[in-house]
């Protein structure tokens, strides 16, 4: 669905790509992480061509993304983190736009706005932050898009919307679609990103399935801080440490989370990568 | 890898109905305050030009027209609204033609219904009660036909201005066109001084050219009457006239126009 080759990308003078490669497929949930300012806003608006590459290029369906053609618009929905509406009634919204979506189905908006209770007769500019942003996550859906670009999409959501949000993504998601889901929140998306791909310093340092990692690592407590070989990762807790280490199924462990993923894949990226190509075996 | 098709005409009419509907309220307000003005200017009964209307549909249409047209792409403003408008599943082309659309035909059309409507009701009502004489808009007058080319011209100017500037787009365009014709100018008269400059006093022509010009002009039998004893420049050069015509109305704002597509898809945001 997108190919990234060589990518270099600069604010001004500032670098904030060089030379990435990246490539992402269809039917999975891709979880972008970073710090913030790793460039994962950025790195959506090259995918959707609201930004142009200083070099190399991107593949954003069959077309190169900076040219903006309307057969690669149509098939992409982006929810940027800062949302704009035009000031129209959600259903005016709804016969203006939805005309240019080939896919776009009224029966799941009818369902969804429903499920989200968002007015369907106010001005759009009249919503507060939550109801517009469930109403635009509610036509991206209806949209069926093969590619739904979502950033920051739980900011400003109440907590039972959080969970119709993430029902809305696990049933989005089949093999011609792509969701990808840009979060500092990473609890709100624990169990639906799969893989994850976690940006550092302008590069890739980590994009790997979540359920390789959790087969092969849980999370043990222990008292006392080990400075062993097969801990990947200790964190210092109340009452004594979590440790990352490979586990066999009888040690009492956790499973590991996506945002103890983050911390090893930003503090010790080099032996995550080497473990997980399994070079730590020969 | 695929291009893309550059034009189809439901997706243009999708993206015109969008565009109308985002200017309708603002655009309704204003055509009843101009139908209003129009209305209160032709119960004026003092003023017995005829030439009243066109003045004031000008000055509608010139201000009014260029003040809309810096408008034109305000979603560009913000890079919120920028990214919605972008992302909106059309063509580049597509896009530019229906905000360009809106910007030409769309508002001459527009205000010329408004003022003929506050301008009928006004001076009916001028007739009716008051028994003034009737002035009326002449749209299928010469006069009215070189307005429309103007502010085509000047509008060409303004939709790039609406791209190029991220604010204040009327007040940035307006001073950068004074400073590129302040200095076009500048530099034609130097030109010219330095090539003419054996020919002038001052800012006159030394009377012995001048002489010689005249004869020429009455020999040509091109100008006749008073016109006779001053050089008609327009008159005696007809081709320089018509291609400065066709320079200044059609040359110059496609040429400008096709700048100002190109800068909608190089636009980020």
């Known amino acids: 669905m997108i190919k990234i080759n060589n990518l270099d990308f600069s604010y001004k003078n500032t670098s904030l790509f060089h030379d990435l490669d990246m490539n992402m497929d269809h039917g999975n949930i891709y979880g972008l992480l970073g710090r913030n300012g790793a ?244 | 890898m695929n291009k893309g098709t550059v034009f189809s005409l439901d997706r243009f009419l999708a993206l015109l109905n969008i565009e109308l509907n985002s200017i309708k309220k603002p655009a309704l307000i204003t055509a009843a305050a101009i139908g209003g003005f129009v209305f209160l200017t032709s119960l004026n009964f003092t003023n017995q030009d005829p030439a009243m209307h066109m003045g004031n549909f000008s000055l509608f249409l010139m201000l009014g027209g260029l003040i809309f047209t810096s408008y034109s792409f305000k979603e560009l403003k913000e890079n919120t609204s920028g990214m919605s408008w972008l992302l909106i599943p059309g063509s580049h082309f597509e896009k530019f033609m229906v905000k360009l659309l809106v910007a030409s035909a769309g508002f001459i059309v527009g205000i010329t219904c408004v003022y003929y409507l506050g301008m009928f009701l006004g001076e009916t009502v001028n007739a009716l009660i008051l028994e003034s004489p009737h002035r009326y808009l002449d749209i299928f007058s010469w006069d009215f036909l070189n307005l429309i080319g103007g502010y085509l011209l000047m509008m060409s100017f303004y939709v790039f201005g609406s791209i190029y500037f991220k604010s204040y787009h009327f007040i940035k365009t307006s001073l950068a066109l004074f400073g590129f014709f302040l200095l076009f100018g500048i530099i034609v008269l130097t030109i010219a001084y330095l090539v003419f400059l054996p020919y002038f006093d001052g800012f006159s022509i030394k009377p012995e050219y001048k002489e010689i010009l005249i004869n020429a002009q009455r020999n040509s039998g091109r100008v006749h009457g008073q016109q006779e004893n001053n050089f008609q420049i327009g008159a005696n050069m007809p081709v320089f006239r018509y291609i400065m015509k066709a320079w200044m109305n059609f040359v110059t704002p496609i040429v400008v126009l096709i700048a100002s597509y190109l800068k909608i898809t190089e636009k980020q945001v």
Not at chain 1, 75 to 84: A, T
Not at chain 1, 111 to 125: A, D, G, K, S
Not at chain 1, 141 to 165: H, R, V, W, Y
């Open chain 1, 39 to 282: 460039g994962k806003t950025t790195l959506l608006k090259l995918m959707t061509g609201l930004r142009f590459p200083d070099s190399g290029e991107i593949i954003t369906g069959d077309f190169l993304a900076s040219s903006r053609p309307k057969e690669m618009l149509e098939k992409i929905c982006f929810i940027p983190e800062e949302i704009w509406v035009p000031p129209l009634t959600a259903k005016k919204y709804v016969q203006l736009y939805s005309k240019c979506y080939p896919s776009f189905s009224h029966e799941l908006l009818k369902t969804h706005i429903e499920e989200f209770e968002v007015p369907y007769e106010r001005n759009l500019n009249k919503l507060s932050l939550g109801q517009k942003k469930k109403f635009l996550l509610a036509f991206g859906f209806a949209s069926q898009c093969a590619l739904l670009i979502l950033d920051e999409p739980t900011n400003g959501l109440d907590i039972p919307s959080k969970s119709i949000f993430r029902r809305l993504v696990a049933e989005y998601i089949n093999d011609d679609q792509t969701v990808i889901i840009s979060t500092h929140q990473v609890r709100d998306v624990e169990n639906l990103i799969d893989p994850i791909i976690i940006l550092e310093k302008g590069k890739v340092i980590f994009q790997q399935y979540v359920n390789a990692l959790q087969d092969k690592f849980k999370i043990v407590k222990m008292k006392e801080k080990s400075d062993t070989e097969e801990i990947l990762y200790s964190e210092k807790t109340l009452g004594g440490y979590s440790v990352v280490m490979e586990a066999d199924s009888e040690t009492e462990a956790e499973q590991l989370d996506i945002e103890t993923i983050f911390n090893i894949a930003v503090n010790n990226p080099q032996k995550l990568n080497k473990i997980m190509k399994g070079e730590d075996n020969e």
